[in-house]
């Protein structure tokens, strides 16, 4: 008896996945090992970043990435297509390392931190005249620092001591919009966020980057 698992139909109108998705999907339904091992050279190493911003040690990111690539090979057949198969890859990380990090005591849901609310102050308020309403403190401009000194070690060193000091879904945002260069849509599918709430998040998270720099860079 035939128990191989039918094909996506691509010709639904809740198919999301591309064309390059669905051949990937079927060739894995397949055991085809090339192609599992051209999606691990792909998307390795984002996942273990990915990890490490909820369970904050190499090592257990390294344990949840593997958790998730046997995942896909267990869950493949269930794939429909309804979201890309980066998005599904990439959920599939993300619940993982919550349930890892709730476990250890670490993660904080959305709904427990008061980061997401539109109306908050997005910079602190001690930069503002309270009598004008303008700056006091307004931001400084970087174009005459050398730079050598804008590259340096240092510098990033900085930088990613600022977004580790990020609340969690702030820090979520900014990692996966400003270091792994991916888009607002691809964000929001993966962190299952409005659109509305990554741009406070991202912008939020923007901001206390650049106050973190701007102290650094004026000593």
């Known amino acids: 008896m035939d128990t191989q698992i039918p094909p996506v139909d691509d010709s639904s109108p809740d198919i999301i996945a591309s ?3 669905l051949r990937t999907v079927e060739a894995l339904r397949r055991g085809d090992e090339a192609a599992f091992t051209m999606l691990i050279t792909e998307y390795h190493g984002a996942l273990v970043r990915l990890a490490t911003l909820y369970v904050n040690d190499r090592a257990v990111a390294e344990d949840v990435a593997q958790e998730t690539w046997i995942a896909v090979l267990h869950g493949i057949g269930r794939f429909e297509g309804r979201s890309s198969l980066k998005t599904w890859l ?3 990380l993300t619940n993982r390392a919550k349930t890892r990090a709730q476990r250890e005591g670490r993660y904080v849901p959305l709904s427990t931190e ?4 539109e109306n908050a102050p997005s910079v602190s308020a ?3 005249n309270p009598d004008t309403g303008h700056w006091d403190a307004r ?9 050598e000194r804008l590259l340096s070690q240092e510098t990033r060193t900085l930088i ?3 977004i580790d000091a990020l609340p969690p879904k702030q820090r979520e945002v900014i990692t996966l919009r400003d270091i792994n260069g991916w888009s607002s849509e691809e964000v929001c599918n993966i962190l299952e966020i409005s659109e509305t709430n990554q741009r406070v998040l991202l912008h939020r998270a923007r901001s206390k980057v650049r106050q973190a720099l701007e102290y650094y860079l004026a000593e």
Do not use: H, Y
């Open 126 to 128: 001690e930069r503002f």
């Open 139 to 147: 931001p400084s401009g970087w174009g005459n620092i050398p730079e």
């Open 160 to 162: 990613q001591k600022a």
């Open 19 to 21: 064309a390059d998705d």
């Open 114 to 117: 008061d980061e997401d609310n």
């Open 90 to 92: 990439f959920r599939i």
